[in-house]
Nanobody, 126 residues
Framework: QVQLVESGGGLVQPGRSLRLSCTSS????????IGWFRQAPGKGREAVSC????????YYDDSVKGRFTVSVDNAKNTVYLQMNNLKPEDTAVYYC???????????????????WGQGTQVTVSS
């Protein structure tokens, strides 16, 4: 079982930035494809950004396109979600999900991912 850990959340003012990290102390993330999702109070888990290992592209939800960027540092076994120009509507618990690259990309939907971290809270408020 892949153990994922998210970090980097916090309370920030609108317009500021945060960088979330997703890592694993036990598994090599390079062998897994990672997706970022978020869940606001009273809402379902929604897709933020997913790496499509099948064609090398990265999907971004329209609500974050141009503001959020995913990057991978294999040397640190970490996937980052850089979030710029944060808005109050970005407030949510952010999760990273993983599934093995041996499985074709199944779309940026939460039930396509096999393993999850515990989440990190992001609150955007003045």
């Amino acid at each position: 079982q892949v153990q994922l850990v998210e970090s980097g959340g916090g309370l920030v003012q609108p317009g500021r930035s945060l960088r979330l990290s997703c890592t694993s102390s036990r598994w090599t993330l390079d062998r897994h494809t990672i997706g970022w999702f978020r869940q606001a109070p009273g809402k379902g888990r929604e897709a933020v950004s997913c790496i499509n290992h099948s064609d090398g592209t990265t999907y971004y939800d329209d609500s974050v396109k141009g503001r959020f960027t995913v990057s991978v540092d294999n040397a640190k076994n970490t996937v980052y979600l850089q979030m710029n120009n944060l808005k109050p509507e970005d407030t949510a618990v952010y999760y990273c999900g993983a599934h093995p690259k041996t499985v074709p990309f199944r779309g940026c939907v939460w039930n396509s991912y096999d393993w999850w971290g515990q989440g990190t809270q992001v609150t955007v408020s003045s």
